[in-house]
Every structure is written in C-alpha cells, then in structure tokens.
C-alpha cells in the first residue's frame, strides 16, 4: 500500500519562500511518476510540477523558474522547493505518485496515489 504524507505548507508574504515535503513508503515500481499538484479555492486541480524515476522534470508554465522539484531516493521525499512565491500559488498542494511503463510520461498520466494535501497561503 503506497502513502504520501506531505509537510512543509504554511503562510508566508510574496517574495518568501516555502519547501514542502513528501514521504513516500510502500512504492515499489522499478519506474515512477511523483509530483505536485495544486487546488485554489473554486478552482480545479492543477498539476505544478512533475518527476520520475530517472530525474527528468517537467513544470508548469506558472512556475517555471520559480520552484524546484527534486527527490531523496534513500530517504524516499519528494521535495518541492518554492521561491519567490505569488498570491496565485496561495492552494492546497497534493503530492502524488504512481507506477509506471517506461514509455509513459509523468505530464501526461493519471496519478493512483495521493497524499491529505498541504495548505500554502501567500499574502500580499
């Protein structure tokens, strides 16, 4: 059974910065897809940054440059490293993963695991 748990949300002014973590236990596919997603209030889930098994990633265009994925693989988090943040990055943010075929990309699969979610709030 795969669990995400993420870590790390909070509130901080525009401009500052935030990392969230997940920890991941039970996936045990030789290839996978993590990543972040978001969901403002009244608005539908996003999805904000992606990473597999090799390290490839791939972002959004609203935060391209801005954040940062990566993983611990001996530690087994996924990381979302978020500078110079905006009111509009204000969301609940989900990690999420899933195994997958080597031919499958991360930005264009349908994720089967999912964390409680982690809220940011960003103020001006």
């Known amino acids: 059974q795969v669990q995400l748990v993420e870590s790390g949300g909070g509130s901080v002014q525009a401009g500052g910065s935030l990392r969230l973590s997940c920890a991941a236990s039970g996936l045990t596919s030789r290839r996978y897809c993590m990543g972040w997603f978001r969901q403002a209030p009244g608005k539908e889930r996003e999805g904000v940054a992606t990473?597999?098994?090799?390290?490839?990633?791939s972002y959004a265009d609203s935060v391209k440059g801005r954040f940062t994925i990566s993983q611990d693989n001996a530690k087994s988090t996924l990381y979302l490293q978020m500078n110079s943040l905006e009111p509009e990055d204000t969301a609940m943010y989900y990690c999420?993963?899933?195994?997958?075929?080597?031919?499958?990309?991360?930005?264009?699969?349908?994720?089967?695991?999912w964390g409680q979610g982690t809220q940011v709030t960003v103020s001006s």
């Open positions: 999420a993963a899933s195994g997958v075929s080597w031919w499958e990309l991360c930005d264009r699969i349908a994720f089967g695991y």
């Open positions: 990473i597999d098994s090799a390290g490839t990633t």
